[in-house]
């Protein structure tokens, strides 16, 4: 053994040359396909885990282009690579609504959830795909908001998806999506309802009402909905009260003695769109917290009409 030759240090260079190449490779492709997120837009998010949820999603739906249904075996045998912190899973549907995939609730393979409602009378799937299908440029990364109830719980909570569609190796169309439980709420989840809404109401005028106002639609949203008034205040789709009285909302004070729904108005008159803070006081005595008011003023019939919704405001960073 002491005389069998030693390989010469061009051949040695040259093998851990050869293997630096492969490793280079194979990370350029694993960062293709499984770490960089084909999403260019994740500054309009306020909250980490969001940004997180969307880039993951995102790369759920570039593997499945790539793979197929072969990307679901990674989805399954490598759970934790595909969830926020265990928090999350994966879905796959596709465009007819029967499940090809599921992470939290793996029975529902082969279902086709199409007409599945939550207690509010919404179907999330139906939802989903008409998000995809036809609101893809106010609503890009596909959110839905619906009642859910996590595996391994017994009570419901409002869940968060976003949904990316995508066509696999043999032409089948497909959505694969994601979602948080009790979600931190972002201006951007409301800012899709309102833009929507306004988009509805000037497609159908006034008969687009009732949808925006029906607590199954997708304009109702963690408690909250679309409300509707005219130049002069009145409600048409009041923002609290689900009864036939027109309330003037440009009455309402804040905490602060600001009339906010007021000052929307006077946005709105040089503005196509516009956002106010307000300070909310839940009940007497408590402390005062931000909320925002985002509005759009269109056009129906000849009648100008502000379309807007109240939603909770960031958190500060230390709190997210």
């Known amino acids: 053994m002491e005389n069998a030759k030693k390989p010469s240090k061009k051949l ?8 630096v190449i492969i490793v ?4 350029v492709q694993f960062f293709r396909i499984g770490k960089r997120s084909p999403v260019s837009d994740l500054h309009r998010y306020d909250y980490r885990d969001t940004r997180q949820l969307v880039a993951l999603t995102a790369r759920a739906a570039a593997l499945i282009k ?4 072969h990307a679901f075996e990674s989805f399954r045998k490598n759970p ?20 090809l995939f599921h992470g939290g609730y793996p029975e529902l393979k082969g279902q086709n959830l199409i007409e599945l409602t939550d207690l509010d009378g919404k179907k999330p799937v139906n939802i989903i795909i008409d998000q995809l299908e036809n609101h893809g440029a106010d609503n890009p990364h596909g ?15 409002w869940k968060s998806s976003c949904n990316f569609k995508a066509t696999m190796p043999d032409g089948r169309e497909v959505f694969v999506g994601s979602g948080i439980d009790s979600p931190l709420q972002e201006k951007e989840f409301y800012r899709i309802i309102v833009d929507e809404a306004v988009e509805l109401l000037r497609r159908e005028g006034p008969t687009g009402l009732e949808e925006i106002k029906s607590p199954d639609s997708h304009f109702s949203i963690h408690d909250r909905g679309v409300f ?4 002069d205040g009145t409600a048409i789709i009041d923002p609290g009260l689900n009864l036939d009285l027109p309330r003037n909302l440009f009455e309402y004070q804040d905490s602060s003695g600001r009339r906010p729904v007021m000052e929307l108005s006077k946005q709105l008159l040089t503005n196509e769109n516009g956002w106010v ?12 917290i931000k909320k925002g008011i985002y509005g759009r003023r269109v056009n129906i019939d000849g009648e100008d009409l502000i379309v ?6 960031p958190h500060p960073a230390w709190m997210r």
């Open 24 to 27: 280079i490779l194979a990370a």
């Open 12 to 19: 040695v260079a040259t093998g851990i040359g050869l293997a």
């Open 66 to 69: 790539d793979k197929g249904e």
């Open 277 to 288: 803070i307000m300070l909310h006081r839940g009940r007497k005595g408590s402390k005062p």
């Open 143 to 157: 959110w839905s908001h619906y009642l859910w109830v996590p595996p391994g719980a017994i009570n419901l909570v």
């Open 228 to 231: 509707v008034i005219k130049r």
């Open 80 to 99: 934790g690579s595909w969830s926020l912190d265990g928090n999350s899973y994966l879905y796959v549907y596709d465009m007819e609504g029967v499940n």
């Open 308 to 313: 807007g919704v109240i939603c909770p405001m």
